[in-house]
């Protein structure tokens, strides 16, 4: 069974960081590109960040130079660090999979940025 596990969300203040890790038990985990989404209360889950298999990095405009994916395949995790961080930051922040085996997800982290 694939399970994508989030962890390292809480509670920060602005302009504080964060360092979110999603671990995931698939089968040849480098083929798979990884993302993370949010959604903040009544809100659309939007796409924050990519990574594809071969390490091309996507971001979407309101956390570029804040943001920062990366991807460890021998560990099968993907990791978001977050700098700088904003009240409007605040979602529950979740770890996707993707590849021509499937699709995934985990099931959330919740980042509450207080101001």
């Known amino acids: 069974q694939v399970q994508l596990v989030e962890s390292g969300g809480g509670l920060v203040q602005a302009g504080g960081s964060l360092r979110l890790s999603c671990a995931a038990s698939l089968n040849i985990f480098s083929i798979y590109a990884m993302a993370w989404y949010r959604q903040a209360p009544g809100k659309q889950r939007e796409l924050v960040a990519s990574i594809s298999s071969g390490g091309t990095t996507n971001y979407a405009d309101p956390v570029k130079g804040r943001f920062t994916i990366s991807r460890d395949n021998a560990k099968n995790t993907v990791y978001l660090q977050i700098n700088s961080l904003k009240p409007e930051d605040t979602a529950v922040y979740y770890c996707?999979?993707?590849?021509?085996?499937?699709?995934?997800w985990g099931q959330g982290t919740q980042v509450t940025v207080s101001s």
């Open positions: 996707n999979a993707e590849s021509i085996l499937g699709k995934y």
